[in-house]
């Protein structure tokens, strides 16, 4: 079985400051790690996603993931935030090669001018 | 590609009437996700097909709720009768071929039962 810890549900950073959202993950076999971003009243978009190999995946906008199997974690990160990254981020799990996913209960990103 | 596209966007009706949410995934894609979005309970995954046939329906709230998928192109969520309760975004998504892994999402039917 699989669960996703989300800490924080509202994080609030000024634009041009690192982003940092953190996300820890339960998983009996090899996980997928997937990061996704939901702007008001739109479906979720993929930001990134972690199956195999290397484990700093690169996504779009400017941000990216290390998967640490020691800490069971999966922190999206963005060295400069920009007024347009404001949404809500959701860190999702999967075991390997299968397709339901376990959403966490996201996090509000705010940025302040 | 179109995206996975959701009818209608927005649905507001009255407690016991019935309610049917409709779905076309991308072209190609075999496998077929419904959720539920909401304030409280966050997103849950309600029902998933693979190839038209449901898969695990263990997250469908009740028998107030169906779901049927006909063929590829075409899935229906729907609720009756309806509570207040059931309020709710709901979200498709599809996924298949060589991404099967990724999921990509509609954008939702938002959900008001008064």
């Known amino acids: 079985a699989q669960s996703v810890t989300q800490l924080g549900s509202h994080v609030s950073v000024s634009e041009g400051a690192l982003v940092l959202l953190r996300c820890n993950y339960s998983?009996?076999?090899?996980?997928?790690l997937f990061w996704y971003v939901q702007y008001p009243n739109q479906g979720l978009q993929l930001l990134l996603k972690y199956t195999t190999g290397a484990t700093l995946v690169k996504g779009i906008n400017g941000f990216e993931a290390e998967f640490k199997k020691s800490e069971t974690s999966f922190h999206l990160t963005k060295p400069s935030a920009h007024m347009s990254d404001a949404a809500e981020y959701f860190c999702?799990?999967?075991?390997?090669?299968?397709?339901?996913?376990?959403f966490g209960q996201g996090t509000r990103l705010t940025i302040n001018p | 590609d179109a995206g996975v596209i959701q009818s209608p966007r927005h649905e507001v009706t009255e407690m016991g009437q019935e309610v049917t949410l409709r779905c076309k995934p991308i072209s190609g894609h075999n496998s077929l996700f419904w959720y539920r979005q909401t304030m409280m309970r966050g997103l849950e995954l309600l029902i998933y097909f693979n190839n038209n046939v449901p898969i695990d329906d263990s997250g469908m709230p009740e028998d107030r709720f169906s779901a049927k998928m006909p063929n590829a192109s075409f899935s229906t969520l729907k609720i009756q009768p309806s509570e207040p309760r059931d309020s709710a975004v709901y979200f498709c998504?599809?996924?298949?071929?060589?991404?099967?892994?990724?999921?990509?999402f509609g954008p939702g039917t938002r959900l008001l039962v008064l």
């Open positions: 998983s009996s076999v090899p996980p997928y």
């Open positions: 998504a599809s996924t298949g071929g060589l991404m099967r892994e990724t999921q990509y």
């Open positions: 999702a799990v999967s075991g390997t090669g299968a397709q339901k996913l376990v």
